[in-house]
């Protein structure tokens, strides 16, 4: 098992910081958040992409994936969408990063019209991507939280270069057991991102094992040679501890779940 974290913790952080925070406390990886807020976007020129590259690579570990915020099941024209999508695939491949995260985004459409537009976004995407070596990943969140729901579009889109991100908050809120979640995935699991918070009613992110979600029975379905991403969404919740200072803890803490849900194997 492979470990990152994301970048929205660290808002605003220099890439070369948090690159040197993820090495300090044995993250293999970081997960973007490309932002124009953030110093790495999609607009940002190739000289910035090739710094951050070397920041990167110079700690030791590696981009994990971009997570933008194209909506590919939402109402409207498909371009602008489609631009947005091979542009992250783009800033993905100048990073040398395997994944590119986007959102459903279809909420207020009948589920079939945001089914419709996410596979048909989806598909013409997907050989782009795959060109560039990049794999899209469509997260459990907003209209299609629930894995089976992401499955459905991604079944349909049949594409290998199309997968899921699995978010192990919204596929709990929308109540499927985690072992369902993987089930449904399948062979779509791009990688798997954990977190925790209080309850169903209080998101604000806090250490791993402090709260609610079912997180060793997600690792336990996790596959033992993929990724674990952990994203704490301190950017939205600016009253949350530091994600510094909780890092260490929660990467011991991932790897004690790993070491125990996979003891059998």
């Known amino acids: 098992m492979k470990y990152a974290f994301s970048t929205l913790?660290?808002?605003?952080?220099?890439?070369?910081?948090?690159?040197?925070?993820?090495?300090?406390?044995?993250?293999?990886?970081?997960?973007l958040r490309a932002h124009p807020e953030e110093p790495l976007h999609a607009g940002s020129p190739r000289g910035d992409r090739a710094t951050g590259l070397r920041a990167v690579t110079a700690a030791g570990v590696r981009v994990l994936g971009v997570a933008g915020y194209a909506r590919v099941a939402a109402a409207?024209?498909?371009?602008?969408?489609?631009?947005?999508?091979?542009?992250?695939?783009?800033?993905?491949?100048?990073?040398?990063?395997?994944?590119?995260?986007?959102?459903?985004?279809?909420?207020?459409?009948?589920?079939?019209?945001?089914?419709a537009n996410a596979v048909r976004r989806l598909r013409e995407a997907a050989p782009f991507a795959d060109r560039h070596g990049v794999r899209i990943l469509l997260?459990?969140?907003?209209?299609?939280?629930?894995?089976?729901?992401?499955?459905?579009?991604?079944?349909?889109?049949?594409?290998?270069?199309?997968?899921?991100?699995?978010?192990?908050?919204?596929?709990?809120?929308?109540?499927?057991?985690?072992?369902?979640?993987?089930?449904?995935?399948?062979?779509?699991?791009?990688?798997?991102?954990v977190k925790d918070v209080a309850s169903a009613h209080d998101l604000t992110p806090i250490g791993l094992g402090d709260g609610v979600l079912p997180l060793a029975e997600a690792v336990a379905s996790a596959p033992t040679a993929g990724w674990l991403c952990w994203e704490?969404?301190?950017?939205?919740?600016?009253?949350?501890?530091?994600?510094?200072?909780?890092?260490?803890?929660?990467?011991?803490?991932?790897?004690?779940l790993v070491t125990h849900g996979h003891r059998a194997e």
């Open 139 to 193: 997260e459990t969140h907003d209209s299609h939280r629930g894995a089976a729901a992401t499955a459905r579009v991604l079944h349909d889109v049949g594409h290998p270069a199309a997968g899921a991100l699995w978010d192990v908050l919204h596929t709990w809120l929308e109540g499927e057991p985690a072992p369902e979640s993987r089930r449904h995935l399948g062979e779509h699991l791009g990688y798997v991102q």
């Open 76 to 115: 409207g024209e498909d371009e602008p969408v489609l631009d947005e999508v091979r542009a992250l695939v783009r800033l993905a491949a100048d990073l040398e990063a395997p994944f590119v995260r986007v959102f459903p985004g279809g909420g207020g459409l009948p589920p079939d019209r945001a089914d």
């Open 232 to 256: 704490y969404e301190r950017r939205w919740y600016p009253d949350a501890a530091e994600f510094a200072g909780l890092l260490g803890e929660g990467r011991e803490y991932l790897e004690r």
């Open 9 to 31: 913790g660290l808002p605003g952080t220099p890439l070369a910081r948090s690159a040197a925070l993820a090495a300090e406390h044995r993250y293999d990886g970081l997960e």
